[in-house]
């Protein structure tokens, strides 16, 4: 396992990353929340109530694909199994390779894409258009992938998650 440190974060520093995130992922999550953070080579990884909920890209705050509480609820991209592998490499999700919408976005909402035979979560990304547009164009790219399966914050959660 890669050098990490983990440690709780003050209360005042973890209602702030909770309320950030709820508004983000269109969440209504706990401000009183136990708030872990590890950080490690793929950067800062943050636990909620011992969960690998999110994690930070940057100055942005995105969740992991092992949080259930965003991937149930979050609007789907439903691919086609020939687009799975691009996909699961970081690829942006193309018009062409989408057999379905589940869920309004609007532009740069985050969405969930997931494979049309075993429904499988693949990625997040963020939108490109909102949904109506989306459903109406045939060609182009849709959503643009940020964390995916594969990836190495995925690899390093998976271990987490032990």
Known sequence: MPTQRRYPLKAKEAK?????????????????????????????????????????????????????EFTTKAPKIIVDMGAVPYVCKGATVMAPGI???EGDFAVGDLVVVADMKFGKTLAVGESLMDSATAKNTQKGPIVKTLHYVGDKVWDYIKKLAE
Request: glycine content about 6%.
């Open 16 to 68: 702030q990353i909770v309320e950030e995130a709820s508004k983000k992922l269109k969440l209504d999550l706990d401000a009183k929340a136990e708030v872990e953070v590890v950080e490690s080579d793929v950067g800062e990884i943050y636990l909620i109530e011992g969960k690998t909920a999110l994690f930070k890209s940057g100055t942005k705050i995105l969740p992991t694909l092992l949080f259930t």
């Open 99 to 101: 057999v379905r919408y």
